[in-house]
């Protein structure tokens, strides 16, 4: 068998490691899945014979090109509408540790958000370091930085990463119980129990291609969610960028997708993309398992 093959195969061993690197990272499986891809090509094009630790070797690879990927302009445009499935509830397995880091990403997805607000250098010292363990110095190469300033980035991101979470931030479980005592209220029309899931303040903004609205205030967002009772009694629970959300299907056709911000027990804030053609471009429908 050849060097590369060789390389080939040890590469492939790697990749389910390296996907849960950079969808951490990234909080998208599009965008890390090109990351993976450009470590590949550079490592084909790399004297293999001058790698000491393939493993470190590619850990900083894929971090190198996520922080240029975070650090990119368009990364800043909005969030996120990449839809995946709701994450089943965790099980106790001894499953290959890549594959329990990447069931840890599912359960933990809220998360997602609050690395967010982290700079692009604390989110790479922060996830290396607290989620997947590897050493300052494996760190410190990814970001071209000393090992002591890596520390510190991890620490202030750990800090930074408590804070949000501590308080407001519901747990995966919570956020599903809200969503669907939404789904069940506004099915019913039940404007009572839709004002109790909504803070005063919130707010809703839906984009439909050729339009966009705002609704604002609990009073508003519940009405609208009444007229709209037909499409919670189609809708199924999903995650959106990592954030909490349904998606909703009307004759096997995914019609809208829809995210809640979420703070202190209450929905501050929904967003909705009824956009068909951006629907589309998101392959919803495959995510969802639905007939071609």
Known sequence: MTDQRIMARRFETARPRLLAIARRLLSSTADAEDAVQEAWLRLSRSDVSAIDNLDAWLTTVVSRVSLDILRAPRRTRERSWEVEPWPAEPRSTADDPAVAVERTDQVTAALVVVLDALSPAERVAFVLHDVFGRPFEEVADALDR????????????????????????????????????WLVAAERGDITALLTLLDDGAVLRADFGTSTQVVSGAEAIAGQAVLSRRLAAHSTPVLIGGRPGVAAVLDGRVVSIMAFNLADGAITGLDVLADPEQLEALAVATVLGLPG
């Open 146 to 181: 000393s090992p002591e300033a890596a520390r510190q980035l991890a620490s202030r991101a750990r800090r930074r990463v408590r804070t949000a979470t501590d308080p407001g931030r519901p747990a995966p479980q919570q956020a599903r119980r809200l969503i669907d005592a």
